[in-house]
Nanobody, 122 residues
Framework: QVQLVESGGGLVQAGGSLRLSCAAS????????MGWFRQAPGKEREFVAG????????SYSDSVKGRFTISRDNAKNTVYLQMNSLKPEDTAVYYC???????????????WGQGTQVTVSS
């Protein structure tokens, strides 16, 4: 069992930056792929970014590629999402997710955090 707790959300103006953090419990964090998803009001949850267990592979949705960066610190059991050049359409609840696979596709995540709100004003 893995517990995930997100932090770092908030209100920011368009063009600004935020860094989300996700702290994970459990000794097996370093063997899990990790990801970030988001859900805007009235929309389905969508994949944002993913990172393999050893940080050798990262993937991003087209909508955030070049603006967001996912990273992880296995010594701290934490995964991050650095969000730059934020746009109003990035407004959503952002969720951290963990996969029991070392490299995951967006449909292979098994554990979820509670989410953190990100609001980007125009």
């Amino acid at each position: 069992q893995v517990q995930l707790v997100e932090s770092g959300g908030g209100l920011v103006q368009a063009g600004g930056s935020l860094r989300l953090s996700c702290a994970a419990s459990g000794r097996t964090f370093s063997s899990y792929a990790m990801g970030w998803f988001r859900q805007a009001p009235g929309k389905e949850r969508e994949f944002v970014a993913g990172i393999s267990w050893g940080s050798s592979s990262m993937s991003y949705s087209d909508s955030v590629k070049g603006r967001f960066t996912i990273s992880r610190d296995n010594a701290k059991n934490t995964v991050y999402l650095q969000m730059n050049s934020l746009k109003p359409e990035d407004t959503a609840v952002y969720y951290c997710a963990a996969s029991t696979f070392r490299v995951a596709t967006p449909s292979n995540y098994h554990y979820w955090g509670q989410g953190t709100q990100v609001t980007v004003s125009s």
